[in-house]
């Protein structure tokens, strides 16, 4: 079974960088697209972006100078870093799996919340 | 970019009922291949966010059939029929159609 877990500090100051890891089990990430997704309070819904199966990468324009994903497929992780964050970064954030076929998410993590405060 | 509007924040349902959840989006969701580009999730406290629908009507692996996903165009409709006590949750469509893809602002199934 596909199984997606992130990982990372809960707090993270203003102006500083956020960084996450989705660990995957059951599944490489060599294969299909790997995404971030997150839900800020009040429950908005925001596609951050992904990483394909050969390392390209897509990101939402709204935060396309701050935001990188990447990889190591030694270890079946991807991760997102955001720069520069500030409190309106505060969300829960998850990491999916997006299916090529279906062009929709089919697998989540259980999303980790993180709090941009000083 | 594509906006969904899911007009509905909270819904309210008594168990063994019909419910309906809208999605319009601001521009057709038809893609070349005949196929909407429109899918719908479940997110319950303490669970990992479940996919229930793709292509406007495929139900995923293991959805029970009285999730039933409908809508062409700009218009789609999540029914959940003889609602159950765990069909409590908050739920959502979501386009990739076009990037960024982008989600409805969620609709939130409450018992009455």
């Known amino acids: 079974e596909v199984q997606l877990q992130e990982s990372g500090p809960g707090l993270v100051k203003p102006s500083q960088s956020l960084s996450l890891t989705c660990s995957v089990t059951g599944y490489s990430i060599t294969s299909n697209y790997w995404g971030w997704i997150r839900k800020f309070p009040g429950n908005k819904m925001e596609w951050m972006g992904y990483?394909?199966?050969?390392?390209?990468?897509s990101y939402n324009p709204s935060l396309k100078s701050r935001i990188s994903i990447t990889r190591d497929t030694s270890k079946n992780q991807f991760f997102l870093q955001l720069n520069s964050v500030t409190t309106e970064d505060t969300a829960t954030y998850y990491c999916a799996r997006y299916k090529r076929g279906g062009y929709y998410f089919d697998y989540w993590g259980q999303g980790v919340m993180v709090t941009v405060s000083s | 970019q594509i906006t969904l509007t899911q007009q509905a924040e909270s819904l309210w349902v008594s168990p063994g009922e019909k419910v309906s959840i809208t999605c319009r989006a601001s521009q057709s969701l038809l893609y070349t291949d005949g196929k909407h580009y429109l899918s719908w999730y479940q997110q319950r406290p303490g669970q990992t966010t479940k996919a229930l629908i793709y292509h406007a009507s495929i139900r995923t692996d293991g959805v029970p059939t009285r999730f039933i996903g409908s809508g062409s165009g700009t218009e789609f409709t999540l029914s959940i029929e003889d609602v159950q006590p765990e069909d409590i949750a908050l739920y959502y469509c979501l386009q990739t159609l076009k990037k960024p893809y982008t989600f409805g602002a969620g609709t939130k199934l409450e018992l009455k």
């Open positions: 990483i394909s199966y050969s390392g390209s990468t």
